[in-house]
Every structure is written in C-alpha cells, then in structure tokens.
C-alpha cells in the first residue's frame, strides 16, 4: 500500500494490481474501511466491528487450518523425530572420526585469514602512504596502528598454537571420547527426558502445596466487576507457609537437576574406569543412597540464588515503576541483574565439577569442590580449550541436526503428491519438526557436553594417579591413549 485509506469515502487505494485485485480503483472487488498506519507499511483497521471479525476469521479458519495440517502429516513428523537420532548418531560419528581435522582446519583457516586482511592492511597503508597527502595524515596513523596491530595479533596467534599444540591434541581426544561415550552408553540418553518428568512432578505437587495454602486465606471480592476475580488476603504466618513451600519447590527442582548431572558424571565415570554394565541403575544407585546430601547441598545453593534473583525482580519491578524514565535507576537494575546472572552461571559451572569429582573420588561436595578448583587452576589451559571446543560442537549439533531434519521433512512435504494434496501449508509441520528436531538434538549434546568435561576431569585424575604409582593400569579410552603417554612422561 502505497497510502493508507482513512475513511470510507475514499475513491480508490494507492496501491499495486497483481492476480488477486485486478483494479485498484472503488469498483474493484473489495472493501474500503478507515485504517491506521502500522510501522509505516501496513494498515491495521480502526473499526471494532471488522477488527472482531478479522480476529475472529484469522484464530478459528486459520488456526483450525494449521492444526489440520498437523493432524494429517503426524506420521511424518514421528518418522522425522525418529530420524533427528540418526542425524545425531551420524554428527556424532563425523566428531569421532573428523573431530581433528576439523578443529586444526579451523585453527589454520583462521592463522591465513588473519595474514590475509593483515595483507589488505598493509596494502592500504602502501596507497595511502604514497598519495603523499597532508590531509591524511591521521588515515595514514591509523592504517599504521591497524597493520602494526595484525601483525602482532598474527605473531601471538602463532605462539599460541604453538605452544598449546599438546592441549589442543588433548582437547581433541576428549571431545572424541565423549562421542565414543554417547555410542558406548546409550541408556544416558534417557536421563533428560527422566529429568524432566520429574521436574514436571515436582511443579505439579508443589503447585498443589501452594494453592492449599493460598486457599487458607481470606477472600477479598474483586473490586472491579469487570474483572470478576477475587483475591485472597493471608496472614503473616500464611505468607511465610506459601514462602516456604516456593523455596521448597525452588530447592527440589535445582536437587533433581543436580542428581541428573551427577548420574551422567557418574556414567562417565564409570565407563572410562570400565566397572562393568548397568550404568544407568548404578549412577542413580550411587546418586540416591550415597551421595544424596551433598547433592542437597549443592542445589541448596543454587535455590537461595534462585529466591535472591525473584526478590530482585519483585524490587526492580516496583523501582521501574516509580522511575520509569529514570536512565541511572535502570542502568543500575541491569548491571546487578548481569552479576546475579554471571554468579549463577559459575556456581552452576562449580557444582556440575564438583558432582564429577564426587563420582570419581566419592568426596562431599565442599571438598569435591575443592578438589575440583584445584585441578581446574592446575589445568586452566585444558579446561578452557575442551570447554570451547565441546560448546561450539554442541551448538553446531543443535544447529546440524535441528537444520537437516527440517529440510527433510520440507522435502517430503512439498515433494510428496500425497502430502502436498494434503495440507494448504506445509510451515506449521516443519515448526513441529523442527520443535522436536531440537528437543532431541538438545537431549543428545546436553549429555555429549556433560561427558566431555567429565572425560577430561577423569583423565586428568588418570594421568596424575599414574605418576605417584609405577604400577598403576592405564584406563583411558583410545583416543586419549597418546595424550596419556605423553603426560605421564
């Protein structure tokens, strides 16, 4: 539209003739209605009439269309979940085998990048300096700072790699051990679905904890009666009962998440030291009746993070609205909002270490934590390059496998006569694919991440206990066999 209409009256629209509206003019197959101006493109209706028809239309025809097309595509949605595991299988066979030629070619990739713009830098800095021009003299300080600088970056990019070809290689090995991992036990892959069926059981009881003792209080009528709600008004001592019961529900949700890293550690664990099958019954035999309170422990600290982070909100919601144009009042909110957020993610980062140590050593969390900083500081260098590489590997997967399901099931839908006759769109299928593609590609490289740290801590533990005793038996899977020599030498 060229010219929104504002009245009825108006003669015609400004607008463009295409096979749905051969004429622009009034005689034209369609309606004029005063509109406004909607981002400067589009004509949003004023009239409430054709506004409740228009929602009415667009949330029963459309959606009742959308669903239809669900409902009749259901086998192939399955057929491409069930295909996103092969995906995943697949990407994982590519990092088990591929994982080092990957990684150096992208570490070499990006060594001639750098030489490359530095080129074009210094080829720039060439020109400018011969123009012999007075009025590009800060053209020609800058060409300098930035062809000097590249120069230098490229020099400390090279030492690095140079100096860190070891822990690259070591790196490497781990996030293929992980994949070896994930083929090995592939029972670990029910522990998030596991997860989340007791979350989901942990909110619902909570939940019914919670409206109980809401119902306790007083009912107060709703004030407004067009918003027939009433409310309830507690007491003191009913507030701290409803309190409690969130933090409860708070600390239970963090101590099954707990649990659910340690049984993956502990799996881990398990099949690098190879104590035998059941991984899955063992981990959680270990998690429930050995290691409950330390698990307690660690996810009690993250619920008090938790209950901080909501009386936060609670407060940063009544300043924003007693300041609501305040810069300094909202810069402030943001920065503590930043730090509770950067808190959080390390005592996440410190008690998942720490769960691993517990399934390796069976220590209590302090000293497990303890432990586990130790070896961190001692290895930062290891830690931080097999943290790097195994995220950009699961974002990647995400990414891969979520992408190529999708394409499929878009392949089928738009090349398949019996599907294509079918549904009148085939994007409310591929959301659903896609949906499901990324739920299981989450599920296989969230446990994929979690062996990878665990394989590294384990190793490590290996290569150290290896140096104190002569006799003792190397456990490391095959791709860390060579890093293990080197290290024990």
Not at 89 to 107: E, K, T
Not at 277 to 288: D, N
Request: hydrophobic share 45%; with cysteine; proline share 4%.
């Amino acid at each position: 539209m060229g010219k929104c209409p504002k009245s009825m009256n108006e003669e015609g629209l400004e607008c463009q003739a295409n096979s749905k509206m051969s004429s622009c003019s009034k005689s034209g197959s369609f309606m004029i209605y005063p509109t406004s101006t909607l981002g400067g493109r589009m004509c949003f209706p004023k009239d409430p009439g054709i506004i409740q028809y228009l929602n009415q239309t667009l949330s029963l025809q459309q959606w009742e269309g959308h669903v239809q097309d669900v409902v009749s595509t259901w086998k192939l949605i399955i057929i491409c979940g069930i295909t996103s595991f092969l995906f995943g299988f697949a990407y994982l066979c590519i990092i088990r085998n591929c994982a080092g030629p990957m990684v150096w070619a992208a570490l070499i990739g990006f060594l001639l990048l750098m030489i490359f713009l530095s080129y074009l830098s210094y080829e720039k800095l060439q020109k400018v300096e011969a123009a012999n021009d007075p009025n590009m003299e800060f053209d020609v300080t800058l060409w300098k700072v930035v062809t000097y600088g590249s120069f230098g970056a490229i020099a400390i990019y090279g030492l690095l790699l140079c100096c860190c070809l070891g822990k690259i290689q070591l790196s490497i090995a781990v996030i293929q051990s992980g994949a070896y991992f994930v083929f090995d036990v592939v029972s670990s892959l029910l522990v998030p679905p596991i997860t989340i069926l007791l979350v989901t059981a942990v909110v619902l009881v909570f939940g019914a904890f919670a409206s109980f003792v809401y119902s306790l209080g007083t009912p107060v009528p709703p004030s407004n009666p067009l918003y027939p709600i009433g409310t309830m008004k507690l007491e003191e001592e009913q507030k701290y009962y409803l309190y409690t019961v969130i933090f409860g529900c708070f600390w239970n949700i963090a101590l099954v998440y707990a649990l659910s890293e340690f049984v993956l550690a502990s799996c881990t664990c398990i099949w690098y030291f190879r104590e035998g099958g059941w991984y899955l019954l063992k981990s959680f035999f270990r998690g429930i009746f050995y290691h409950l309170g330390s698990l307690a422990f660690g996810s009690l600290l993250i619920a008090l993070l938790w209950t901080v982070r909501v009386i936060f909100e609670v407060i940063a919601d009544q300043a924003n609205r007693l300041s609501e144009t305040n810069p300094i009042t909202r810069g402030i909110l943001c920065c503590v909002r930043c730090c509770l957020d950067c808190f959080e993610r390390f005592l996440k980062l410190l008690n998942r270490n720490a769960y691993i140590q517990i399934a390796i050593t069976g220590k209590g969390f302090l000293g497990a934590s303890k432990d586990a900083i130790d070896l961190m500081l001692r290895n930062g260098v290891s830690f931080g390059l097999t943290f790097g590489l195994s995220g950009i590997f699961t974002f990647l997967g995400r990414i891969c496998i979520t992408g190529a399901t999708m394409a499929l099931g878009y392949y089928v839908l738009t090349r398949d006569i019996a599907y294509y006759n079918k549904i009148g769109s085939p994007l409310f299928p591929c959301i659903c694919i896609g949906v499901i593609a990324f739920l299981i590609a989450s599920v296989i490289m969230n446990v994929y991440s979690v062996a990878c740290e665990a394989i590294l801590q384990c190793f490590l533990i290996d290569t150290e206990m290896s140096r104190h005793r002569p006799d003792h038996v190397r456990f490391c899977p095959e791709p860390l066999i060579s890093c293990f020599e080197s290290l024990k030498d």
